[in-house]
């Protein structure tokens, strides 16, 4: 099976590049930028001619689409691209695919939420309530891949870092190293969620649906994927950015750092952030028979990773 990856070089699109070595499956790597080290054909996912041309040429079966505008503060004021990016981009990968008769994986967040004051995991059918132009973006690119009536698995998730790139773990590690006292918000509630389990669980999917499309046999291309719908997947527990750094600081043995509590309002953002966005985890591992690893324990296995590369 031959396996388009956008984003190929943000932190999922790299853990994607370590999962596909172990493969059996044909992956293509695709980005708009370079990155030193690993090959990357240079692909515009919001240009439509491109992507047939790139899906046709090396007869993709499926797109995993880990490419997004994620900058959630600079949206606010960027919103044409964020919108072209999370919503219009996606449509022309299910658009695609669709004339394809292919699979779309789509990778969608947490922010779909926010605005009504949940306290229990949020579910797959809850009613998408975005604060942000980041979320409402997301949320209209989910929408406009299910209005394309195309196989699709759109995996929501939330807090994502990795031993790639820039992100909340790599930076606490920097700051509870260099700084005497910290302030975290404690009044944000989710669970972090370690990029390469969500890279496993991406690999899983296309392991069913290989399958699946293999059990087909010659009607392969007029079938409806029995899986097609959306995910929720983040790492098990729930915790504060405030705990997920205190617990960033033990597993780094930074103890001289005095990480102290505090409230969202004390820095301030041009856009209200999701107090609670735990994602119920039920249906994708019933769905894909998968155990889904606890945050601490997936948070270690990262830092440890993230020191033997340096």
């Known amino acids: 099976m031959k396996v388009l990856v956008t984003g190929a070089n943000g932190q999922l699109g790299n853990e994607m590049r370590l999962k596909a070595k172990k493969s059996s499956n044909k992956f293509l790597f695709t980005d708009v930028v370079e990155q030193e080290g690993v090959e990357t054909t240079m692909l515009d996912i919001t240009d439509i001619d491109a992507v047939r041309k790139m899906v046709r040429d090396n007869e993709v079966d499926v797109i995993v689409n880990c490419a997004a505008y994620t900058n959630v503060d600079k949206a606010e004021t960027?919103?044409?691209?964020?919108?072209?990016?999370?919503?219009?981009?996606?449509?022309?990968?299910?658009?695609?695919?669709?004339?394809?008769?292919?699979?779309?994986?789509?990778?969608?967040?947490?922010?779909?939420?926010?605005?009504?004051?949940?306290?229990?995991?949020?579910?797959?059918?809850?009613?998408?309530?975005?604060?942000?132009?980041?979320?409402?973006?997301?949320?209209?690119?989910?929408?406009?891949?299910?209005?394309?009536?195309?196989?699709?698995?759109?995996?929501?998730?939330?807090?994502?870092?990795?031993?790639?790139?820039?992100?909340?773990?790599?930076?606490?590690?920097?700051?509870?190293?260099?700084?005497?006292?910290?302030?975290?918000?404690?009044?944000?509630?989710?669970t972090p969620t370690y990029a390469g389990d969500l890279a496993d669980i991406i690999m899983r999917v296309l392991l069913d649906y290989k399958i699946e499309t293999a059990e087909w046999g010659a009607s392969t291309r007029a079938r409806r994927y029995s899986k097609t719908g959306i995910y929720h997947y983040s790492n098990e527990g729930v915790c504060s950015w405030y705990d997920f750094t205190m617990k960033i600081a033990e597993i780094a043995g930074n103890k001289d750092c005095d990480i102290q509590p505090c409230h969202s309002d004390e820095f301030p953002s041009p856009v209200k952030r999701p107090a609670y966005s735990v994602l119920d985890k039920t249906k994708v591992k019933q769905t894909f028979n998968v155990k889904v690893p606890y945050w601490t324990i997936s948070l270690k296995q990262c830092m440890k990773n993230i020191k033997a590369w340096k």
């Open 78 to 190: 960027d919103e044409t691209l964020c919108h072209t990016l999370n919503a219009e981009a996606p449509k022309i990968l299910a658009t695609v695919m669709k004339e394809k008769k292919g699979m779309l994986i789509h990778i969608s967040t947490d922010y779909v939420f926010g605005a009504d004051p949940y306290n229990t995991p949020c579910k797959e059918d809850q009613k998408g309530t975005p604060t942000g132009v980041y979320g409402k973006t997301k949320l209209e690119g989910e929408e406009n891949i299910i209005a394309t009536g195309l196989n699709h698995v759109i995996i929501r998730t939330a807090w994502l870092y990795s031993e790639f790139g820039k992100n909340f773990v790599k930076t606490m590690l920097n700051l509870t190293a260099t700084k005497p006292q910290l302030k975290v918000v404690f009044d944000q509630v989710g």
